[in-house]
């Protein structure tokens, strides 16, 4: 086949959606990835109904979660974002908590027996192979399972190395594009996130293999970390802030015992910048999440720092990262992975940072008792480093007494003295 024509192959949306049927179970590519053509011709199928939708975070519209949906379409998030946070809250979406890691396990061992996947990829080389671009996670294994594959082949998705090729003969339909793909822009850096941004950078030695969410509190670490020699590169995903690392020669990866001399991630969210920095660049691997994450792989590798977020944390050590409350926010993901993996690493440090206050400070994400409904993504068990911009302190080996101890003074001072009092209420001592 001659491959420099594959653009006469192409179809418009509304054709492409055409091999849909109801009752099917289908995967959407999600993050920078989201192939909303694909998503917003499938909605205008009035005909069909009974499909269930299983995904990551997508970016961009979600049509299918729209109200005038909800009878024909249920998306099921395994990890979800902004766009499904309201659908789920009132019942037109579901959640599925799940570590990142198994999800594709779900697929391989058809537990979830997907027909459709519907992915954005890069444009085939000359061999005949697209790939999966900034998204990697789970598409591949639905990408390898899924009866067939409906694509949005878009001329501007970076062509990724690793374990990331799809062949442009297993796909079924295709639409042609050429857009910039879903940028995530930082926000200007607050007072505490750079507070606890000094503060976790500390406990970065040279030679670490880090791992890090997005958001401002990761972003505000990184920044900090230029100075340090032998970084290396090990996560589930990567933003921005580590394009600044790699020019600066912090990170080499040359120390690393798994992929050396490679930056090893799942998939992506950031700028063009950083699009471009990945652009067929063979030092930086994508490979399926079941890879990333997985706890045997990480721990080979040594000073692992994982630096990881939460909601809330109860003074006996449980983290709440996916929900306030019965709320659905985000998922399990990979912080439990990665939180172990660190642990059982030589010299590792797994981290969890938190600003101390929510709600411009009225109240305290340090709580005697999780908020009902909340989920322990964490247990008190895994739990070791926790940061706010009060401190860092390390609850790994400690009692109950000492653990409220610790973290009551890393507290914001306006909600110490009423913890300490909880505390004296439900475990009868005074600290």
């Keep these: 086949m001659d491959f420099k024509n594959w653009k006469n192959m192409a179809v418009g949306p509304e054709e492409a959606v055409k091999h849909l049927k109801s009752g099917d179970k289908i995967f959407i590519h999600g993050a920078a990835a989201t192939p909303t053509p694909l998503l917003e011709a499938m ?17 961009g519209p979600a049509p299918f979660a729209e109200p005038e949906h909800k009878d024909r379409f249920l998306s099921i998030s395994l990890f979800t974002g902004a766009p499904l946070r309201k659908a789920i809250e009132e019942g037109r979406a579901d959640f599925m908590p799940i570590f990142l890691s198994d999800i594709p396990d779900l697929f391989h061992s058809r537990a979830i027996q997907l027909d459709v996947a519907f992915l954005q990829l890069s444009p085939p080389d000359k061999h005949g192979y697209c790939t999966l671009g900034t998204s990697v996670d789970t598409a591949k294994a639905a990408a390898e ?15 990724t190395h690793g374990n990331t090729v799809v062949p442009f003969n297993k796909i079924k339909a295709f639409v042609h594009s050429n857009r910039p793909i879903y940028e995530h822009k930082p926000e200007p850096e ?13 406990l970065v030695e040279d030679g670490s293999t880090l791992q890090m969410g997005i958001g401002g509190i990761p ?25 600044d690392l790699y020019e600066a020669g912090a990170i080499t990866n040359r120390l690393k015992h798994v992929h050396p001399f490679r930056i090893v991630t799942s ?6 910048r950083l699009y471009d920095f990945v652009n067929d660049n063979p030092c930086i691997e994508f490979h399926p ?52 993996g660190a642990a059982r690493s030589k010299g590792g440090k797994p ?50 007494r000492e653990r409220a101890e610790l973290l009551i003074s ?14 004296a209420q439900v475990r009868h001592f005074v600290l």
């Design 190 to 202: 607050t007072e505490v996130e750079a507070r606890i941004g000094e503060i976790v950078s500390e």
């Design 43 to 59: 909605v205008k199928r009035t005909e069909l109904e009974n499909i269930k939708l299983y995904h990551l975070h997508t970016t």
């Design 351 to 400: 981290i969890i940072a938190l600003p101390a206050t929510a709600a411009g400070g009225k109240i305290s994400r340090i709580v005697m008792e999780l908020n009902q409904g909340s989920g322990v993504v964490t247990t008190r068990g895994h739990v070791h480093w926790v940061a706010t911009e009060y401190g860092a302190v390390n609850l790994h080996g400690k009692a109950l």
């Design 289 to 340: 999440c079941d890879r990333t994450n997985d706890t045997n792989i990480i721990r080979k590798n040594d000073k692992v720092v994982a630096i990881n977020s939460a909601i809330q944390i109860d003074l006996s050590g449980q983290i709440c990262a996916d929900s306030i409350g019965f709320k659905i926010f985000s998922g399990i993901g990979g912080q439990m992975d990665f939180i172990r």
């Design 410 to 423: 890393i507290a914001h001072p306006d909600f110490r003295s009423e913890l300490k009092k909880q505390f």
């Design 219 to 243: 972003d505000a670490v990184l920044s900090r970390l230029k100075h340090k020699r032998d970084l290396g590169i090990h996560t589930e995903m990567f933003s921005d802030r580590v394009v």
């Design 267 to 272: 998939f992506i969210a950031g700028t063009q």
């Design 145 to 159: 399972t899924a009866h067939i594959i409906i694509a949005e082949i878009n001329e501007q998705m970076p062509r």
